[in-house]
């Protein structure tokens, strides 16, 4: 495996999972209510998912990229009503900091509702072909260098999960009633705002 391509991958996987947005606002919500594993088990869906479609960019599977692509507007429309969906329930929740849901079911529960909603974007293939392009892997790379940048696209994302798990972790004994509050209505407050610019996005 490329030594190279995977330092690269590491830093793709991670500069795309830091941003703020509806997966990151879910996921720290998670951590605040649930705890670190399942916190760390809905970013792991989303590394999962960004790695998928690494997959698909760096070995030129035009197949599968056109089919996503094609299929983007039911893909759009079911992801942003299930944001609006999940932010409005997350803004109503009651304030609950609890270890209820950190069994196998409810970690791949969690692992498999961010997977599910991360790939409902199949516009972020144009991310990963614009980079891969870059460093020359758009259209199908030889073996080994595509495998190393897949691995460290999935590894450097799972990593800011796995930092954003433990640094909000740590901190979430500290937050009383009242705190817990606030924390679901700006999370979903922040995920039904993507909900809607996701469907403002099939109108532009």
């Known amino acids: 495996m490329d030594p190279y391509f995977l330092l690269r991958g590491l830093v793709i996987g991670f ?3 830091a941003p703020v ?4 606002a879910l996921c720290l919500r998670r ?29 030129g599977l035009t197949l599968i990229s056109g089919a996503l692509l094609g299929a983007s507007v039911p893909l759009r429309v079911f992801g942003g009503a299930f944001l609006l969906y999940l932010g409005a329930r997350t803004f109503v929740a009651a304030p609950s900091r ?39 892997l758009a259209s199908g790379a030889a073996g080994s260098s595509a495998v190393a940048l897949v691995a460290g696209v999935f ?15 740590s901190f979430r004994e500290r937050l009383d009633e009242r705190a817990l509050r606030w924390v679901n209505r700006i999370s979903g407050a922040v995920i039904t705002l993507f909900g809607v ?3 403002a996005s099939l109108l532009l």
């Not at 796995?162 to 640094?167: D, E, H, N, Q, Y």
């Open 21 to 24: 947005g509806p997966i990151g």
């Open 31 to 59: 951590t605040i209510a649930y705890g670190r594993l399942i916190g760390f088990a809905s970013g792991l869906g989303a590394a999962c998912a960004d790695a998928t479609y690494g997959a698909v960019a760096a070995f």
């Open 15 to 17: 500069s795309i999972a």
């Open 155 to 169: 590894l450097g994302s799972a990593a800011w999960w796995l930092t954003m798990s433990l640094g909000v972790g």
């Open 98 to 136: 609890t270890a209820e849901a950190t069994t196998v079911r409810g970690v791949l529960a969690a692992w498999a509702s961010t997977f599910g909603l991360t790939l409902t974007n199949p516009a972020t293939i144009f991310s990963f072909l614009g980079v891969f392009a870059g460093l020359g």
């Open 197 to 199: 610019g996701a469907f």
